[in-house]
């Protein structure tokens, strides 16, 4: 199996365990200006965790898109043509 998959399989059943064991534990949310009372504490971590996934994903798909374009301007540079490459090599008159 992928260890990818084992991973993620993982994860889960570990997520699953911890919301599992504190469904009891309530908690009061205030969103300023209204209060959500009585909800289990997960659903507040779980929430924060997912929009701080929404927000560092446009960050981390800009700078793969960077990394990409700096790649394919340096194999373009690698395949131009040296032109009159025995020009630059200096040589002793000696020889």
């Known amino acids: ?13 570990l997520l699953l365990f911890f919301i599992g064991l504190n469904l009891d534990n309530k908690t009061d949310v205030s969103l300023g200006f209204y209060t959500i009372s009585q909800v289990p504490v997960f659903f507040p971590i779980l929430f924060s965790f997912i929009v701080g996934i929404l927000f560092s994903l446009p960050f981390t798909l800009m700078k793969k898109g960077r990394n990409k374009e700096k790649g394919q301007n340096k194999n373009a540079k690698r395949q131009l043509p040296l032109q009159n490459q025995e020009a630059d090599i200096p040589r002793d008159k000696n020889i």
Do not use: C, E, Q, S
Not at 1 to 13: C, G, S
């Open 1 to 13: 199996m992928n260890a990818k998959l084992i991973l993620f399989i993982i994860l889960m059943v």
